[in-house]
T-cell receptor, first 112, second 114 residues
Framework: QKEVEQDPGPLSVPEGAIVSLNCTYS??????FMWYRQYSRKGPELLMY????GNKEDGRFTAQVDKSSKYISLFIRDSQPSDSATYLC????????????FGRGTQLTVWP | DTGVSQDPRHKITKRGQNVTFRCDPI?????LYWYRQTLGQGPEFLTY????????KSRLLSDRFSAERPKGSFSTLEIQRTEQGDSAMYLC????????????FGPGTRLLVL
C-alpha cells in the first residue's frame, strides 16, 4: 500500500463547476499536506499547504485536511479551462527527514 | 527568473551510457531534493541534501546512481550504465530548510534510454 493514495481520474468538468479532488494517507505521523499542480511536461507547482487538520483558503482554492479519517481534499471554485492539469497531493512528517510522499495525481480537464 | 533550474531539459541516450543532470536551486535554499517521476505516477523521492551533506537516500537510488552537492549550491545526479527502466522525468526541488513543506520544483529533465 502506498503512503498516499489518489484516484488518477481522469476528471472532466464544465467551466464554472466546483471541483473536488481527494487523497487518503496511511501514515499517522504525517503533519504537512500539500497540493501541487502539474501541467503536461512541466515540473510540479506548489499551490498550497496545510499543517495538521483544518481548512486553508487561497482565492478559488480551498485545502481541507481531516486527520481523524486521514483524508485530504482540494476544492476549486469557479473552475477555468486554465485549471486543466494534473493535481498531486503530497504529505510529509514535518521533521528533518525531508522527503515528500506523493499521490499519483488526478488529471483534471475543464472544458469551456 | 529565480526559480529552480535544471539542465538539460531533455536527454536521449543509449543503454549502457552514463548521463549527468544538473540542478541549480533557488538562491539561499539550503535543502535540495531529487525525485523521479514516471508516466501516470507521482514523483518518487530519491535523495536530499542539506547544504553539501547528503542526508537521506531512497532504496530507489541503486549503486548506479550518485548525487553530489559539492559546495552546497548546485547539485548533480549521475546515472551510470543506464537501463531502459531509467527512462523518466528527473525532478529537482529546493526549500529554505525551515520546514520540509515548502519544496519548489524545477522543470525537470526528461530522460529517454533507448
Amino acid at each position: 500500500q502506498k503512503e498516499v493514495e489518489q484516484d488518477p481520474g481522469p476528471l472532466s468538468v464544465p467551466e464554472g463547476a466546483i471541483v473536488s479532488l481527494n487523497c487518503t494517507y496511511s501514515n499517522s505521523a504525517f503533519q504537512y499536506f500539500m497540493w501541487y499542480r502539474q501541467y503536461s511536461r512541466k515540473g510540479p507547482e506548489l499551490l498550497m499547504y496545510t499543517y495538521s487538520s483544518g481548512n486553508k483558503e487561497d482565492g478559488r482554492f480551498t485545502a481541507q485536511v481531516d486527520k481523524s479519517s486521514k483524508y485530504i481534499s482540494l476544492f476549486i471554485r469557479d473552475s477555468q479551462p486554465s485549471d486543466s492539469a494534473t493535481y498531486l497531493c503530497a504529505s510529509d512528517r514535518g521533521s528533518t527527514l525531508g522527503r515528500l510522499y506523493f499521490g499519483r495525481g488526478t488529471q483534471l480537464t475543464v472544458w469551456p | 527568473d529565480t526559480g529552480v533550474s535544471q539542465d538539460p531539459r531533455h536527454k536521449i541516450t543509449k543503454r549502457g551510457q552514463n548521463v549527468t543532470f544538473r540542478c541549480d536551486p533557488i538562491s539561499e535554499h539550503n535543502r535540495l531534493y531529487w525525485y523521479r517521476q514516471t508516466l501516470g505516477q507521482g514523483p518518487e523521492f530519491l535523495t536530499y541534501f542539506q547544504n553539501e551533506a547528503q542526508l537521506e537516500k531512497s532504496r530507489l537510488l541503486s549503486d548506479r546512481f550518485s548525487a553530489e552537492r559539492p559546495k552546497g549550491s548546485f547539485s548533480t545526479l549521475e546515472i551510470q550504465r543506464t537501463e531502459q527502466g531509467d527512462s523518466a522525468m528527473y525532478l529537482c526541488a529546493s526549500s529554505p530548510g525551515r520546514a520540509a513543506e515548502t519544496q519548489y520544483f524545477g522543470p525537470g529533465t526528461r530522460l529517454l534510454v533507448l
